[in-house]
């Protein structure tokens, strides 16, 4: 007989895009309950949950590197140590994948929450931790989170988590920092701004050849509730209402066009197409393969 190990496969996975390759990099998890959502009634909610035989909120933290025109980018970093001991594993499973992170030019944010932004400096030591990488992001994100009057209204776990974990991680590659209002902002990727969840948060879409991915950042946290009641939003959004408005577009959009989409809050590996089904929407997790085609 084998022996087993507790520990599983890392959280890698490979997809290619016509000749762009797309790898998930998965930063663990994070559970918690549905108190935080809003707008949805929060016992109907719970049993979609159940009914999809998951007694409560598990949210996957996901970040996906782009690699594309022999260069490399990381979309998001995930959570450092600063959310929960069951995330903050990018640059492990980085490097499970073969990857340097010192071979990464470009870091893309979606936006600048700390499970998405809390993994590019090490704070014991203010190390980068993508020592060679252009950061990139909207420039609505940097405005708004070092805006102390935004700060001023913010509760004590907003600042702390939000604005606090932001500015700190974000700080040291200031002199390598590029802003932009949407556009191609890496070879094959444009950003397709999608705002709500935060002032700046952008969906980035992958093209080459004939085929598309959208990776579409934070449209979704609790995908089982939110693709039944797209209204329903959660209670770090900055703007609920502009938040469903966003979700809602992009849903019509990635729906009526069938692109295969990425999400940083979908199950890892994170590839799925929606479909409409009257007024809501279902979710198709992407059948995985073993091997990945090489053309
Ligand atoms: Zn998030």
């Not at 252009?134 to 776990?157: C, I, S, T, Y």
Request: zero cysteines.
């Amino acid at each position: 007989m084998s022996s087993h190990t507790s520990q599983q496969i890392p959280g890698v996975y490979r997809r290619k895009i016509g000749d762009i390759l797309v790898t998930s990099i998965s930063d663990g998890y994070l559970d918690g309950t549905l108190d935080v959502m809003r707008n949805v009634d929060l016992e109907r909610a719970g049993q979609i949950l159940r009914d999809a035989f998951r007694p409560a909120r598990r949210t996957s933290v996901n970040t996906f590197l782009i690699q594309s025109n022999g260069r490399m980018a990381l979309v998001d970093t995930g959570s450092g140590n600063y959310m929960a001991p069951t995330a903050g594993f990018v640059q492990r499973n980085l490097a499970a994948g073969g990857i340097d992170p010192r071979a990464i030019d470009t870091v893309l944010l979606t936006h600048m929450h700390p499970d998405h932004s809390a993994g590019l400096t090490d704070m014991t030591n203010g190390e980068l931790l993508f020592p060679n990488a252009e950061l990139v992001m909207h420039e609505n994100e940097p405005a708004h989170w070092f805006d102390d009057g935004a700060l001023a209204k913010a509760n004590e776990r907003e600042a702390k988590l939000f604005f606090q974990a932001g500015r700190e991680q974000v700080a040291p590659y200031r002199k390598r920092t590029r802003l932009f209002k949407q556009g191609e902002v890496f070879p094959g990727v444009t950003a397709i701004p999608s705002h709500g969840h935060t002032p700046g948060h952008t969906a980035y879409l992958v093209a080459s050849g004939n085929e598309q991915l959208m990776i579409w950042g934070d449209t979704v946290h609790v995908p089982e509730v939110q693709t039944a009641f797209p209204e329903a939003g959660m209670a770090f959004d900055t703007d609920l209402a502009a938040a469903a408005a966003s979700r809602k577009r992009m849903f019509d959009r990635v729906s009526v066009d069938r692109v295969l989409i990425a999400g940083m809050h979908l199950h890892f590996p994170a590839f799925a197409r929606l479909a409409r089904r009257g007024d809501a929407y279902a979710l198709y997790p992407e059948a995985w393969v073993h091997t990945l085609e090489v053309n």
